[in-house]
């Protein structure tokens, strides 16, 4: 099931968890495959995963968004960045549908399956001489932590994007300069709705 249908399915109903194999690579490469019973994710960051393409997700996103709220626009700045939305006066069942919406494209990789791809990125990379297993497994853990912020499918896409560039064991700034701009649509539109909402209170 693709977000565009979240509308119409998913609203209104309690969070589920979706136990799976294995997770498609967005880059169309092999599955990574994890024991099933290690891995449990949410239905909103499996839908992620089965859309693969984080700009497709972004796309969905929005589409279902605005299906909800038609007064929804985009806001470029004159290097046609997106710089935020405006939405204008809808009902309040909607604009807490549509940041249902939103919040389930957000959902982060369960921490385990988290640590389990960024791990993958160590025997592609050249490790120092005093890169011992407790440094890489602290390593590991903070960088789970602090990717924890942005959407599944888009963190699997930056660790596909790291293994092909990094020569040494990446930060987490690497991480970022990949996440960032790809989560942003997600963000901005999630706030707006937040600021909508609270209008209303």
Sequence with gaps: MT???????NIGKPREESTLAGIVSTNGSCPTTVPKSEVSLTAGAQRQLEVGDPNKVSAKVRECVSSLLPSLRENHSQDFTLMGYSIGREDIDKLQSALRVVEQSMEPLPHKLMTKHIKTIAPLVTLGAS???DMLHGKVEALARELSQYPADIV?????????KARFFPSFAEF???CEPMAAP???????????????R
């Design 186 to 200: 997600r963000i901005l539109l999630r706030n707006k709705l937040h600021k909508c909402i609270d209008m209303h």
């Design 131 to 133: 890169f011992d297993p």
């Design 156 to 164: 699997i896409y930056a660790v596909d994007k790291v293994k092909k």
């Design 3 to 9: 977000l565009n249908k979240l509308s119409s399915v």
């Design 176 to 178: 970022a300069e990949i």
